[in-house]
């Protein structure tokens, strides 16, 4: 489809101003690479060449239709696309969905013809693609894109073609442009995948106005972000979605919110304006990211040196303190008056060598990250002998390093000096500094894809099954669990909390909390009661039976004289903690989109006020809640201690977190969870309080309905015997799996490794570790047998299989420890790759196998795969439909 032979445009046209007039014309561009074909019954020729009346009347296989015809007429059109085998159309076409039901039951039958066949479709409603490298315009813009690295995926057709207009004039090339529409069909996740493996593509930048298919566009995008960053631009951010939210997590976690952390988890850079984009697509890929926040600045004017001071507190990055040597060497060399500090002012009459001294001084400055140098044009210095220079320093560098040339006709031969030399250059200090940061949050966002987490002690399959009962009685007749069922599922999941019972009666709370000990704290529980301090539903502190009862009658009066029709279930009483340090919120909610994310952040009365909170979506592991952590206000008091609060050990609430994120992951049924407080107290962590939302809808006939990116799929999990008795236990890869890994491949001996690399492979990068470990478990799956030796587990095999972008295919690999080799292993690790690849519904999976290695290859013919020799290899195929 994106590299047709044969086009055919329906509704063609010659008249002047209609969209299949500039399809025609722009079409017309690549007629020397593919031949086109225009459909319009009513003329004989179009543009010169002949008119087909219908689409079935082209005497030869069409690659891609392109529609420009009335939407009534377009379900029928495709209809026919299908019965000739077109493989993609666009529909440039409006009148659907946009119009609303009229147009919503025209896409309906679209959507129904598209379901039946293998047609791929890009629209209705949107501008169309254009591919430069192959000559391929079918679009009906004016501009007309030259080749480039930047592939531009917009989903507004208007402000695509804007942005297409002014990356034009500014002579910014393409890989290839297009306007999604209505995304009946063709998304970003598909073409993040088709770009992903496209050679031309250097970077993809995304304008978002919704996501449409979350799960495949996160899958995609963390699939690629490693290798190609895909940059963001995404409209909406004010949406009010949190106004029926009925915990303190559904009010605090808003759409955009929830955007930012899906990209973040994805890899992708979120920027915050168009001007922001091409920027980035240009230095992103850059070899020289930068390893932490601390920018230095040189320059020769201080007034930039402010502006771009501001900028760096402004994008959350740092001024670098300078180190003593360079604080030293600068002193030594320049005038007494210079800043002696960063910025680095060297003064408006620094020549080309004082630029060079500071410029290599600051580069070789272990305290620095990256280096800005800032030019005004002042004293004699020529503003191209002095980028010549610096371009010289640049060509060693091992940091990134960005220049500002301030001014217009006088430094743009400069500028294009840098451009000529990939150096990123730019006209303010403020629009610089802005690309550095978003050069960082790339930087960390690769890191969190990279990050090993570490093993926590945390049940990946704790007894659920009668909690799934609870929540579905309780579903029947109301929409929140009570405090008891919620205590079950805390309990269920090993998260501490309080102790406490629910009382029906004042006497009842009297006996309970003499069972409890004293002081206790009555709370009351209704489900037409959102925030129980609003009525005056808390008392603490109770210190006897009488207090107790006196408490009880006086929350039922308050609660009853503030809202009379409120049912009242009874009142909790709960063992009082004491020596309380922080109070914290930890909760979830299903978004629109992204489905169950967690919150985390500073709790209690006041959390709606500070809105100091943190996202992430479910599932999360060590890593990926410490990062959830580090992106509050309360991490730092957490970490240093405030007043004369301590420091507390994080380990435990990494712990409580985890455990939290597999309760959201195993119940699809909870649309908002929230526990608040969830308190630090000696050291420990405790659940004061914790509310349930049910989601009516929530279905679970398919896995993990509620989650858009895969858990680790513990069914897999398997207890199995080698054939001299050694028991052994294969399951999926997790990313704690690094070490094992690595000593694994580290024991393989030199043949047994070149079987399975290709080469003789004895250590692994941490990089390449990650990809191994770190896995999709929706386009990858990877097997890993272990048995104990002593005290811990080793790795004696591993068996992978990566899906192939098209969704029928899956290429396997499998390698066995030597000791291990020959006694059933290697089949049991492929039989289960076969087993996964026709749960995922894959037609065929097949290998590369050296030809020398015959073991593998007697494995596979017995397992039923066809093998034939291609040069120096064998590849091996089995079919499974």
Not at 17 to 30: A, D, H, K, P, Y
Not at 335 to 349: A, E, F, K, V
Not at 639 to 661: A, Q, Y
């Amino acid at each position: 489809m994106l590299n047709p032979k044969a086009v055919a445009v329906i509704g063609a046209s010659e008249s002047e101003g209609t969209v299949g007039q500039s399809l025609m014309r722009n079409l017309m561009e690549g007629r020397d690479t593919r031949k086109i074909y225009p459909v319009n019954p009513n003329r004989e020729t179009v543009m010169g060449l002949k008119s087909y009346p219908a689409l079935s009347k082209i005497p030869e296989h069409v690659d891609l239709a392109v529609i420009a015809t009335p939407a009534k007429s377009v379900p029928g059109l495709i209809e026919e696309c299908a019965q000739a085998e077109v493989d993609g159309a666009i529909i440039v076409s409006a009148g659907f969905k946009e119009v609303g039901p009229a147009g919503e039951k025209l896409e309906s039958e679209i959507s129904e013809i598209r379901s039946k066949t293998d047609i791929r479709i890009l629209g209705p409603n949107c501008v169309g693609l254009a591919r430069p490298q192959v000559s391929l315009n079918a679009t009906f813009l004016r501009d007309n894109p030259q080749p480039g690295q930047i592939a531009f995926v917009s989903q507004s057709g208007a402000l695509g073609a804007a942005i297409l207009n002014w990356a034009v004039s500014a002579g910014i090339g393409f890989s290839l442009f297009a306007s999604l529409g209505s995304t009946l069909d063709i998304d970003f996740g598909d073409l993040i995948d088709y770009l992903g493996d496209d050679p031309s593509t250097r970077s993809i930048i995304l304008y978002m106005e919704g996501v449409g298919n979350a799960k495949k566009f996160m899958s995609a995008a963390r699939g690629f972000a490693r290798t190609k960053p895909i940059i963001v631009i995404k409209a909406g951010r004010h949406a009010a979605g949190a106004k029926a939210a009925s915990s303190h997590t559904g009010a605090l976690a808003g759409d955009f919110e929830v955007y930012e952390a899906a990209f973040k988890r994805a890899g992708v850079v979120l920027v915050d304006e168009i001007g922001d984009i091409f920027n980035c697509a240009s230095v992103l890929d850059s070899r020289f990211l930068p390893a932490g926040p601390n920018l230095g600045i040189v320059t020769n004017a201080g007034g930039p040196a402010v502006l771009a001071a501001d900028a760096v507190v402004t994008h959350g990055c740092k001024l670098a303190e300078l180190s003593p040597e360079t604080m030293d060497t600068m002193g030594k060399t320049l005038p007494p008056y210079w800043s002696h500090g960063n910025p680095l002012d060297i003064l408006g009459d620094a020549n080309v060598s004082r630029y060079e001294l500071a410029v290599k001084t600051c580069i070789a400055d272990p305290k620095i990250d990256g280096l800005l140098v800032i030019y005004t044009p002042q004293g004699t210095t020529q503003p191209t002998q002095l980028a010549e220079a610096i371009t010289k320093i640049a060509a060693d560098r091992r940091k990134p390093m960005l220049t500002v040339w301030m001014g217009e006709s006088g430094v743009r031969d400069s500028r294009a000096i840098f451009q000529r030399n990939n150096i990123p250059t730019y006209q303010t200090p403020e629009e610089a500094v802005k690309t550095y940061a978003y050069m960082y949050q790339y930087r960390r966002n690769l890191d969190l894809l990279y990050q090993t987490p570490q093993e926590l002690p945390v049940d990946s399959s704790p007894p659920k099954a009668h909690l799934k009962v609870v929540i579905r009685n309780a579903a029947k007749t109301r929409k929140a669990l009570t405090q008891s069922e919620v205590d079950r599922f805390l309990d269920a999941y090993d998260i501490p909390r309080a102790k406490g019972a629910l009382a029906k009666s004042a006497e009842q709370a009297a006996t309970i909390a003499i069972d409890l000990g004293y002081p206790v704290a009555l709370k009351i529980l209704s489900q037409d009661i959102l925030h129980k301090t609003d009525v005056g539903g808390v008392v603490t502190g109770l210190e006897s039976a009488q207090a107790v009862k006196d408490a009880y009658k006086a929350i039922v009066d308050r609660a009853r004289k503030a809202k009379p029709d409120a049912r009242i279930d009874g009142i909790y009483v709960q063992k009082m903690v004491s020596n309380i340090d922080y109070e914290l919120i930890l909760g979830s909610k299903k978004d629109k989109d992204f489905g169950s994310v967690i919150l985390f952040g500073m709790g209690g009365v006041w959390v709606e006020l500070f809105h100091d909170v943190a996202i992430g979506l479910a599932p999360l592991n060590q890593i990926l809640a410490r990062r959830v952590m580090e992106e509050t206000k309360i991490y730092g008091a957490l970490t240093k201690g405030l007043r004369n609060k301590k420091p507390v050990d994080l380990r435990p609430l990494e712990e409580v977190i985890v455990r939290f994120s597999s309760l959201i992951v195993d119940f699809p049924e909870i649309a908002e969870m929230d526990i608040n407080p969830l308190v630090a107290t000696d050291g420990k962590f405790c659940v004061l309080d914790a509310r349930v939302i049910i989601d009516p809808n929530a279905v679970d006939h398919q896995p993990y309905p509620h989650l858009v990116i895969t858990p680790y799929p513990a069914k897999y999990i398997i207890h199995w015997r080698l054939k001299d008795g050694t028991e052994v236990t294969l399951r999926p890869v997790k990313p704690e799996d690094e070490p094992l890994e690595l000593e694994f491949v580290r024991g393989l001996s030199t043949e047994t490794s070149r079987f399975r690399f290709f080469q003789i492979i004895k250590d692994l990068p941490h990089e390449a570790l990650v990809r191994f470990c770190n896995i999709d478990y929706d386009r990858e799956m990877a097997i890993i047998a272990e048995k104990r030796e002593g005290d811990r587990m080793i790795e004696i095999g591993v068996s992978r299989l990566i899906i192939d972008p098209g969704k029928k295919r899956g290429e396997f690999a499998v390698v066995v420890a030597d000791n291990y080799q020959s006694k059933g292993l290697g089949t049991k690790l492929v039989d289960m790759l076969i087993e996964f690849a026709r749960e995922k519904g894959l037609e065929t999976i097949y290998g590369t196998v050296m030809s020398e290695n015959i073991k593998m290859i007697q494995l596979c013919e017995k397992l039923g795969f066809t093998t034939r020799r291609e040069h120096e290899n064998v590849t091996t195929e089995l079919k499974l439909t």
